[in-house]
Nanobody
C-alpha cells in the first residue's frame, strides 16, 4: 500500500509561481511518480511525470501546455516528487493530483491550484 499526500496548492496571480509536493509513505517500490490535474468541468489530464530511467534525476515528461513553465523533480529516495510551476496562467487552475505506480496505481487526495487574472 502507498499513501500519497500533496501539499503546496493555493491561490496565486497570473505570472506567479507555486511549488507542489507529494510525499509517499508505506511499503513500496515506486517506479514512476507524476502529476495529473482536473480543471473545473473537464476530465483529468496528465501534466508531468518522472521515472527511474535516465539516470539519477530520472526521465521526465510533460504535457505540451506546461513545457518550459513547469519542472518536475524527485528526492534521492524517490519517495517525494515536486512540481515547480512558474509563469502560471488562469488555465492552469485545477485540482492537482499526485500519482505513483509500483505494480499498482495510487492517487493522492488532490490539492487545489487557483490562478487569478
Amino acid at each position: 500500500q502507498v499513501q500519497l499526500v500533496e501539499s503546496g496548492g493555493g491561490l496565486v496571480q497570473a505570472g506567479g509561481s507555486l511549488r507542489l509536493s507529494c510525499a509517499a509513505s508505506g511499503s513500496f517500490n515506486i517506479k514512476y511518480m507524476g502529476w495529473y490535474r482536473q480543471p473545473p468541468g473537464k476530465q483529468r489530464e496528465f501534466v508531468a511525470g518522472i521515472t527511474t530511467t535516465g539516470g539519477s534525476t530520472g526521465s521526465t515528461d510533460y504535457v505540451d501546455s506546461v513545457k518550459g513553465r513547469f519542472t518536475i523533480s524527485r528526492d534521492s529516495a524517490k519517495t517525494t516528487v515536486y512540481l515547480q510551476m512558474d509563469s502560471l496562467k488562469p488555465e492552469d487552475t485545477a485540482v492537482y493530483y499526485c500519482y505513483a505506480r509500483t505494480q499498482l496505481s495510487y492517487w493522492g487526495q488532490g490539492t487545489q491550484v487557483t490562478v487569478s487574472s
